[in-house]
């Protein structure tokens, strides 16, 4: 007798073999028999888009609480409207994301919430919204109301799912804003006297994430917490490693700071959606870029999401979830812009 | 070959239409665009004028209005009309009946520079009854672009046309709509639709005249931002067309949801042309 012999099949890789890599392989029956979900709302980088396109017509609700009024339905480009529960677009890393609960919840003020370069205004927090002639006043009313529906999501949501994609990120250094890409790429003008890189390490990912937590459970004591990791590949990077290595660098850190946040927290939760694309039996996931992940692909993860988490679907348009999602890789993802400066 | 292949929304080329010009055949002055075009082709006999005017119809007759396809948009380009200077475009009024004819149950707080200081921003406040109207204006900015406008107003100046673009007729009523909308087969059917849709299928669902005005307005708007940025002249409606609220004034109501009559048109030339407009 020994602590191998008791143990069950998914515990040893000749079973994953047995299986061939098949992806059912990463159902976890234990939080499979108790995960009750009603209403989910979700952040993150871009991989995380797929989320909300796959939990539409479920049993579950996905919560967008900064809709398009009826009046603009019909507006051709979403602008971030409908990516994630509120118009934040893409959130890369866990500082982003604290930093947006504390702006919600009004306990952070950044000091430069604007940027006006005197032709148009831009969000520093959201690079890629469209804010054509708006006036100040009008650009702080509509800061507000988007502060105020991410305040919503997290009160109303049961579970909130966020996607954990860089650790590099671009800081501000007199009140230490981070933004979602470097000041000067989509918005904004970079100026290295005001702007330093930063790249998280496992501890501050793993007290963030803590931070988030406890951020979220203040708002909301019921709250479930569900993080992934993004199996998407950083777009650039700023730092002395070339990209690869520092890709794998960073998805290093994430993940081991996610197994420890879910292993320290009763109410978080872990979706191996990241081993899932790198280690399932076709080497094959990635579209021709090596980058992004094949559409049905990702269908297949959140096929297991769902049996995960008991979700069942009630209707599936899977042309319209591929069009939303490549409307948005296309248009909204921020971390894209990096790649106008390589040389071809 | 289209002269506007890079217009990728615009309706294809129908073989079976032939476009003609309504009016002087060698003009200098010549109006474009979607089915206002029509009474404003008719009115054309009743405007007695040095100018030489025309409106690009169908030949199968004026009271046809099928939508401008490729060819529509092609053919001052391909028939080069040597005596043509000037190039008026009407665009798609009947946007702001469509897609805001109907509440369908929500309620509205248009919001803009001049109110937003009113309203607190709240946990109690329902957030999506709230719209910007400068995103209204963004948003039919980007319909037009979408659809082609500011290609084809692009292409013209190419041509050295001096282009204009020419405000759609104001809202009518919600009471003379109520009275008509049973004849109406396009909005009959979205109305029908949405009342079934509706939670309360006895509710009234038309928007209300000073909702539907205040949108005019930002179209009108969207539509100046639009002329501006193509190097285009604006011509808005006259103020003494609408009565106090903005509404369209009733005598020149044709019997429809949308258009204006061919008086409505008559007039409107005559002052484009008194006013030395254009």
């Not at chain 1, 096929?303 to 999602?325: A, P, V, Y």
């Amino acid at each position: 007798m020994n602590p191998y012999s008791s143990l069950p099949n998914k515990n040893f890789w000749k079973h994953f073999k047995k299986k061939n890599f098949d992806l059912s392989f990463f159902i976890d029956e234990e939080t499979q028999r108790d995960f009750v979900t009603k209403k989910i709302a979700s952040a993150g980088s871009c991989f995380a888009a797929n989320v909300a396109v796959h939990l539409q017509s479920t049993s579950t609700e996905y919560l967008f609480e900064e809709q398009k009024h009826p009046f603009i339905a019909n507006i051709k480009n979403s602008y971030n409207y409908e990516s994630y529960s509120a118009r934040y677009g893409n959130i890369y890393s866990t500082r982003q994301f604290l930093q947006l609960i504390k702006r919600a919840k009004g306990t952070f003020i950044p000091d430069e919430i604007i940027w006006n370069n005197g032709n148009e205004l831009n969000d520093p927090f959201r690079p890629g919204i469209n804010f054509k002639d708006f006036s100040e006043s009008e650009f702080y009313f509509e800061n507000k109301l988007h502060l105020e529906a991410v305040k919503r999501a997290v009160v109303r949501c049961d579970t909130f799912i966020f996607t954990l994609g860089l650790t590099e990120v671009w800081m501000n250094k007199k009140d230490k804003s981070v933004y979602p890409s470097c000041p000067g790429v989509i918005a904004g003008t970079f100026d290295p006297t005001k702007y330093e890189l930063l790249n998280l390490t496992v501890n501050d990912i793993s007290k963030e994430l803590q931070e988030i937590n406890d951020e979220l459970q203040e708002i909301n004591p019921k709250i479930k917490f569900l993080i992934t990791v993004s199996p998407v590949p950083m777009v650039a990077t700023a730092n002395l490693n070339n990209i690869v290595l520092s890709n794998q660098y960073s998805k290093s850190k994430l993940l081991v700071a996610a197994h420890e946040a879910v292993a320290a927290n009763s109410n978080m939760y872990y979706f191996p959606s990241y081993y899932m694309i790198i280690r399932s039996h076709t080497d094959n996931n990635f579209i021709h870029d090596k980058s992004n992940v094949k559409p049905e692909f990702v269908t297949n993860v959140m096929k297991i999401f769902k049996k995960q988490f008991n979700i069942i679907d009630t209707k599936t348009d899977k042309n319209e979830s591929n069009d939303r999602l490549s409307r948005y890789l296309n248009d909204e993802c921020e971390e894209i812009s990096y790649d106008k400066f390589a040389i071809d | 070959m289209s002269l506007l292949k890079r217009i990728l929304p615009l309706k294809k080329k129908n073989e079976n239409i032939v476009w003609n010009l309504i009016g002087d055949q060698n003009p200098e002055i010549l109006l474009v665009g979607h089915s206002h075009r029509t009474t404003m082709a008719l009115a054309l006999r009743n405007v007695i004028t040095s100018k030489k005017i025309a409106v690009l119809m169908e030949s199968s007759g004026p009271y046809k209005i099928p939508y401008p396809d490729t060819g529509y948009w092609d053919f001052l380009l391909k028939n080069k009309i040597s005596s043509l200077k000037k190039i008026i475009v009407i665009w798609q009024g009947h946007l702001s009946l469509i897609d805001f004819l109907l509440s369908a149950e929500q309620s509205y707080k248009l919001v803009n520079e001049k109110n937003l200081h009113e309203i607190i921003v709240s946990d109690s406040l329902n957030i999506q009854s709230i719209v910007l109207e400068r995103e209204i204006i963004n948003t039919f900015e980007n319909h037009f672009h979408n659809d082609g406008l500011n290609e084809i107003l692009r292409i013209y100046k190419e041509h050295n046309y001096e282009t204009f673009l020419l405000s759609s007729p104001p809202p009518k009523s919600k009471i003379f709509i109520n009275s008509i909308l049973h004849n109406e087969v396009f909005f009959k059917e979205m109305y029908d639709e949405i009342r079934k849709n509706s939670i309360n299928q006895h509710s009234d669902l038309i928007l209300g005249d000073k909702y539907r005005v205040r949108i005019w307005e930002l179209m009108q708007e969207a539509l100046q931002n639009t002329a501006i940025s193509t190097g285009s002249k604006f011509i808005p409606i006259p103020k003494n067309f609408t009565d106090e609220q903005g509404i369209l004034r009733e005598e020149y109501y044709l019997n429809d949801v949308s258009h204006a009559n061919e008086m409505y048109s008559e007039k409107l030339w005559k002052t484009l042309i008194s006013e030395e407009v254009i």
